[in-house]
């Protein structure tokens, strides 16, 4: 048999080409990596704070009354949790990290918004240091997210 040919032809018919082409194992292939897919992809966003460098970060925020601070794409927002780590644009930083894009963003915009969203559990020292660190590198607008209240 010739490479090319469908089985039960003879070798003297010219151009004859398969005829038809089984796709089920593509097809299994397939449903397997979409599965394998929807799985890690609904873990990795139900996974906690210890988790992934972009995984979802529960931030408890206190309650508050009007929510009158709208984030607008130049304001810097960023989050305190509960032990104390500070997390920017998804991802935990140090504090160097943090004087580092504060400064950043003062030669960017020199009108951009610092909104620190805390834990209710986080101290105010923790509050108060985040604040400073944004006013030394020459940020004075402040706001402090707050989830609304009834």
Do not use: C, W, Y
């Not at 292939?29 to 979409?34: E, F, I, N, W």
């Amino acid at each position: 048999m010739a490479m090319g040919k469908t089985p039960g032809s003879s070798d003297d018919e010219e151009g004859a080409g398969f005829a038809e082409i089984n796709i089920t194992p593509l097809t299994d292939v397939m449903l397997v990596l979409l599965i394998i897919f929807m799985v890690t992809s609904s873990v990795i966003t139900q996974q906690g704070p210890g988790g992934g460098a972009k995984a979802g970060l529960k931030v408890n925020l206190p309650k508050g009354g009007a929510a009158d601070v709208t984030a607008r794409t130049t304001d810097l927002s960023v989050a305190v949790l509960a032990d104390g780590r500070f997390v920017l644009a998804g991802n935990v930083v140090a504090e160097a990290e943090l004087k580092q894009a504060f400064d950043n963003a003062k030669n960017q915009n020199p009108d951009t918004v610092v909104i620190v969203q805390a834990d209710e559990g986080v101290s105010h020292g923790t509050v108060v240091q985040v604040m400073e660190m944004a006013k030394k590198a020459g940020l004075a607008q402040l706001a402090i997210g707050v989830r609304e209240g009834n």
